[in-house]
């Protein structure tokens, strides 16, 4: 388990050596439990997508957002509404 701080620091980087290191067929839950969209820069999100969630383009300020994926496959994500 891993938490990147995407709200007052840019973690960005962190987040994507640590995607990049996943093993392939690894299950991630990603989930965002405060505010993600000011400091996901398009690298982090490009890397979101290619993982599977069309959704990550779409996040706004303090939307809740999680993604269900497997390294390697075909994921889910779901950005919810307030």
Known sequence: MRNFD???VDSAGDMDRWLDQMMPND???I???DE???????????ILNSLGSGKIQDITFRAQWFMITQKKGRGMSFRLNE
């Open 6 to 8: 995407t709200y007052s």
């Open 27 to 29: 299950i991630l839950l």
């Open 31 to 33: 989930f965002t439990a």
């Open 36 to 46: 993600a969209s000011s400091k996901l820069n398009h690298t982090t999100r490009q």
